[in-house]
């Protein structure tokens, strides 16, 4: 397995790592980024890779914090009883996606004249990656989150998030301001590599990175 490594001091340049440029990012927020790649026979492969060699790299580098998986409801929901009785996690497991070895699942839910929106978050082991490998390559409104205390996490996920990094830019700069880490699947179904790229402080990413 060889994990290829890329990393910015600020991806709101023109950098190698991702472009978010045209989005530009709220206040005076700094912007490091890193891509974890790796080239495997499978997608799911070369990402169940990736995902244990940043999970271990989180308890070396960062001991104080935890991870999590957010996931979102791709769009508006009809506002029904059924729905809200599924909510997130109900509707996942009916769709065959479930994250095990995990623990203190959330969710909270958003209405409008749309509908509703359901965002949740889950705590996560080593033994829930394979798990969190197929659950992210089927939903595209995830991130993973490494994060210190509750409360953060609690609060971040309250930004709300669509699962595109141009157009999450408030999550990406609460994540940034709590010295959390916020990591998104890089590579579409006919990429040969796939994994992560990472997204926080500069200075906090490269430590990370070294």
Known sequence: MTIKLSFSENILDI??????RS???PGSCELGGATWLEAGVAPYDS????????YR???RKLPRHRMWVLIASPAWQPDTRITRYHKL????????IEISHACEASEYVVASNEGVKFFGSICISELSLPSVAKALLAEKSAYILSCSGQSTMEQL???????????DM?????????????FKVLGEFD???RGLVGIGKPNLLRDFCN
């Open 15 to 20: 950098n190698d790592v991702i472009n978010v």
């Open 23 to 25: 989005y530009g990012a």
């Open 47 to 54: 990402l169940l890779a990736v995902l244990r060699f940043i």
């Open 57 to 59: 790299l989180v308890q």
């Open 89 to 96: 996690w109900g509707a996942l497991k009916a769709r065959g």
């Open 157 to 167: 996920v309250e930004t709300g998030w669509r699962g595109e990094l141009g157009h």
């Open 170 to 182: 408030a999550l990406i700069e609460s994540v940034t301001k709590s010295d959390s880490l916020l």
């Open 191 to 193: 990429d040969r590599e």
